[in-house]
């Protein structure tokens, strides 16, 4: 009686840890950020002494003009870079899905961008961007040509920080392109060379078909962590000149830092997360309802066989 | 329908080469099965049929055009694949109708030639379906409609029945023995199933270890296999080979061996004169006993096992210290343990080479 008690516990015995690390790390820090927005609170007092404005923080962001250019600007760079690295990361993956000599160098280093610290590349940039010694405008100099302002005008800025997004993400969606080429059902390729297809006709009916599973979660990994982006651009613009590169991050970073307003920080740190959940749970909810959709019918399929 | 002509075709991986070089012509519409062991080299004869492997050496041809250089689409050719290859993204008219479709042809003829093919098939009913969404056996058929709505010349079947379980196959081996005589194509079909190979083919090639051991009809295979492979290969339950030595007695010659001493017919004594002296192999089919004592020559078998199969039974027994499987009618009662005698019907021994392994 006894040890069948203690089997039925044993599951949870080993669960616990990990449970108890995902409360403590993951649980309490998210209930606190909720419970701060609810929050006036100046970084001076202890969490106890703030008051309790209820929703007023998240009132007053929706009509903070500079709250909203920030989300502007940071709904314009996730779109804007999320879909150059798609667009050049699945393209790079399809050119370079075949076995020729030194490919597998060639992989390595289209992926090496990625494993830089992000403030390193941030700085490594800057200096590339600098007005008089980068390499960019010595270069367009040495051509004879103008230098261009990389940080110093809004919407150069802007580029410039997207640029430097592309270059160091395009590799992640690259390898996980590259992965879900190669995993793709070999005797389906084989079937559409034989059904006449041209390479072009494979990529546009068959593999991107075939890969948009794995390409919606790569999507959604790089949409999630486009909205999250600071270091970059911390250390390029520091979101300037004007408001042009103040993503939300940095925006939220100041508002607690330099404005000294922890609960209004916080609330748009929520209303981040309740988009990025949006995002994801629309996208759970698809697949999930695809996938029952699926075995039904394969089990009705089963049944009337 | 193009005649097919491997001329001198070989295929090597790098060292390795699996098919040294080959001959083999397949007839304007007839349907060809070739059939042997994994790893014995006919799918890979069929995908270079297909294209969907480079030659390392000779040409294929069809009628009189080399077609070794020419992409798979342009060879004119629908392919069955051992699992179906399905695209899993479309529907079963879109999986059906893709080759069409990159073709151009027009939208009314699509839906009419899908249409016409599912019907047949019996899978009409689920054209707006995922191949995720079809059982095994559905999936099978899709496949098959997939190719035969192409109305190429020639059809390459890979292993199409091998993911199917063992009702299901046999169900599938009958409609495509039907389709083989409504259907006047090119058929090239690789398995591994004798069974399959027998009931469905005009022509069998026999492979092994990369090379044709024997080609022809299911009936030559069968009455006269080239060599010992295929006479084990060909037929179910196989061949008993067991050791002997040929004693010559008058115009007759016998076999002599560890607990049997058989004539042989007239007509093999005759050609076995001259391999006296050779070691042989004895081949003796199953289905060669008889427990009518009046016909055939009489041999003494121990039974050890009799495996049940309902009108037939499938007898285990020992002939010496060798072992011997009997085919028998199960009314005929026979114990476990007991020595019995049976009739070998002397006309279809076989003798083989035993070094050779060729018939003789």
Known sequence: ?305 | MPRIVFDQVAKSYGAVEVLPPFDLALNDGEFTVLVGPSGCGKSTTLRMLAGLETLSGGEIYFDDKPISKLDPKERDLAMVFQDYALYPHMNIAKNMSFALRLARVSKPEIEEKVQRVAEMLNIAHLLDRKPAELSGGQRQRVAMGRALVRDAGTFLFDEPLSNLDAKLRGKMRAELAEMRDTIDKNMVYVTHDQVEAMTLGDRIVVMSDGLIQQQGSPEELFKSPANKFVAGFIGSPTMNFVDGELVAEQDTVWVRGDGFHLPLDAETSARVQNARDRQITLGLRPSSFTTDLTQGAPIELRIVVSEYLGAQSVLVTRCGSGEILVETQSAAPVKSGTTQTFGVLTDELMIFDKTSGLKL
């Open chain 1, 1 to 305: 009686m006894q040890s069948a008690n203690v089997n039925r516990l044993t599951p949870y015995l080993f669960l616990a840890p990990a449970a108890i690390i995902m409360a403590v790390a993951l649980l309490y820090p998210i209930g606190y950020m909720i419970y701060a927005s609810f929050l006036d609170w100046n970084p001076s007092q202890r969490i106890g002494e703030a008051e309790f404005v209820g929703l007023r923080n998240y009132i007053n962001l929706l009509s903070d003009a500079s709250f909203r250019e920030s989300f502007w600007v940071t709904l314009k760079f996730a779109a804007i870079v999320v879909s150059l690295e798609m667009f050049l990361g699945v393209g790079l993956a399809l050119l370079l899905d075949r076995n020729i000599r030194g490919m597998s160098l060639l992989r390595t280093l289209f992926i090496l961008p990625m494993m830089i610290a992000p403030i390193v590349v941030g700085l490594m940039w800057r200096y590339m961007y600098h007005p008089t010694v980068g390499i960019f405008n010595r270069t367009l100099k040495s051509m004879g040509l103008d230098p261009v302002p990389w940080l110093s005008d809004g919407n150069w800025a802007f580029a410039s920080v997207v640029i430097a997004d592309v270059w160091q993400w395009t590799p992640f969606i690259f390898i996980l392109s590259l992965a879900a080429l190669q995993s793709l059902p070999q005797s389906a390729m084989e079937a559409s060379r034989i059904d006449g297809a041209t390479g072009w006709q494979q990529v546009i009916y068959i593999k991107l078909p075939l890969m948009l599973p794995v390409l919606i979660v790569t999507l959604l990994l790089r949409l999630i962590d486009a909205f999250k982006v600071l270091e970059v651009i911390l250390v390029l613009t520091n979101g300037g000149p004007g408001l042009s590169t103040e993503i939300l991050s940095l925006r939220i970073s100041r508002t607690a830092s330099e404005f000294r307003e922890l609960g209004e920080a916080a609330a748009m740190s929520n209303y981040l997360l309740i988009l990025l959940m949006i995002l994801t749970f629309g996208m759970f909810f698809y697949n999930k309802a695809m996938e029952v959709r699926a075995a039904r019918l394969r089990k009705a399929a089963e049944e009337d066989l």
